[in-house]
């Protein structure tokens, strides 16, 4: 359990009744070009931390970053103003919207919530600085980040205001994030899978190396399981595959045999001739693969034969769709992969944006013990990385006075 002061903990204690709560939530939302929001998801995961202060008697303010501003120039489609608009709607109250709130100062009473304009528009947002973080600190007594998806970057309002403020808390989403995956990882129930897949050994080459010290079983897919047939002298033909990375996948595969684990390899592929929705795909064995063929999926005895593993699993971690699940005939193995995590009695866990697209083409998200929605900073935890915006939790947690 990582060690944090928790919101739904000082609100319980009536810790929060008239005070200030800044919360940093992650409010970044789809827009249509006449800025309408298009998924309003993470608003709505937003809303139980917002509503935990406001029942606890807190003043509250919210704020995120939104799209990609430039510092210090405002721009009409940087603004906070339809997701404000929104919560307004989903909370059926008033929620103004304050701009020039650093330099300006915020008046907001007790029950009240505002939301405080895009805080990437202010100068030092991004490079944490301590100046800016002193002041937003200085805003309130209470500072809960429930920004998972920006925790692994230190900004001023991930990072510098946790360090300044009078307590700093996480808040509820955050706090689910850490639980899940400190269960995943920490002290997993065993046999502990992991399935690594998706596109690209560089990009998840970490990961691959971190879970090789961890966990009971490895399963690769993808243009990563290509690499790994690669490194095992099987023909590969054009398919997606990174010969650079060819050393590093055999390292990943010999730490895992060294513990007595192992990483299964497909023995049957789906290929094409063409990357195209409307390719022949033909399945064949390994072996059989043709130097002008892509593999475009695992074949279907690979499929079934993880789905056996996946079964008798304590622990599953996915990130990475094992084929190009985005065209049906490549689709089969992710499918089969994505009901048998469904179907298993294991704590899943699963995050990564295609990965999050394919559970929602199959429907199984109710069957999935977590879904994170952190990206980025899901894919760091797994690399076993800190988060900076936990590691300031942490510190605040053991050392209430800060610096
Ligand atoms: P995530 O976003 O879940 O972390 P990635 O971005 O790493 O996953 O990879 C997902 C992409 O990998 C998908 O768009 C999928 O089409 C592609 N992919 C999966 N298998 C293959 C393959 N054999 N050849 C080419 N692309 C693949
Ligand atoms: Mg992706």
């Known amino acids: ?5 928790r919101l739904t903990d000082l609100a319980a204690r009536g810790a929060l009744a008239g005070k200030q709560v800044f919360i940093r939530a992650d ?15 993470r608003i709505r995961a937003s809303l139980p931390c917002i509503r935990t202060a406001l029942e606890a008697g807190a003043a509250v303010m919210v704020t995120s970053h939104l799209g990609r501003p430039t510092e ?4 009409p489609e940087d603004s906070l103003a339809p997701v404000a608009a929104r919560i307004a709607e989903l909370l059926g109250r008033p929620v103004p919207l304050k701009t020039n709130w650093v330099d ?3 008046a907001v009473a007790p029950g009240e919530l505002v939301v405080l304009e895009n805080c ?13 973080a002193r002041k937003m600190a200085a805003l309130c007594d209470v500072f809960v980040n429930d920004a998972f998806g920006t925790a692994h970057r230190a900004e001023a309002t991930t990072y510098g205001i946790a360090e300044f403020a009078p307590l700093a808390c996480a808040g509820p989403l955050l706090a689910a994030e850490i639980d899940a995956l400190t269960q995943a990882l920490a002290a997993p129930a065993r046999p502990l899978v992991a399935i690594v897949a998706g596109s690209k050994v560089s990009t998840k080459l970490a990961i691959l190396q971190t879970l090789a010290a961890k966990v009971d079983r490895l399963i690769v897919g993808g243009g990563i399981a290509n690499t790994f047939l690669l490194g095992a002298g099987l023909p590969i033909g054009k398919s997606l595959a990174e010969p650079a990375l060819l050393g590093e996948a055999r ?9 007595g684990a192992d990483v299964p390899v497909p023995v049957d592929v789906v290929t094409a001739k063409e990357f195209k929705a409307d390719a022949a795909a033909t399945v064949k064995p390994v072996a059989a693969v043709e130097a002008d063929d892509l593999i475009l999926d695992i074949g279907p005895k690979t499929a079934a034969t993880l789905a056996e593993m996946l ?12 084929g190009v699940f985005e065209f049906d005939a490549f689709a089969a193995g992710t499918e089969t992969i994505a009901r048998a995590i469904a179907a298993s009695k294991a704590f899943s866990i699963a995050g990564g944006g295609d990965t999050l697209a394919a559970i929602a083409k199959y429907g199984i998200e109710k069957d999935i013990g977590y879904i994170s929605t952190g990206g980025g900073a899901f894919l760091e935890m797994l ?3 800190t988060l900076p915006a936990i590691e300031i939790l942490e510190r605040r947690a053991r050392d209430p006075q800060g610096s």
């Open 1 to 5: 359990m990582s060690s944090f002061l």
């Open 27 to 41: 409010l970044n939302v789809p827009q249509d070009d006449a800025g309408r929001i298009t998924e309003d998801t």
């Open 383 to 385: 690399e076993g990385k």
């Open 72 to 75: 210090g120039e405002p721009k």
């Open 104 to 106: 300006g100062g915020v």
């Open 251 to 259: 390292a990943v595969g010999e730490a895992m045999r060294a513990r």
């Open 120 to 132: 990437r528009l202010n100068r030092g947002e991004k490079k944490n600085d301590p100046a800016l």
């Open 311 to 322: 079964k008798s699993a304590g622990t599953i971690v996915w990130n990475g769709p094992v």
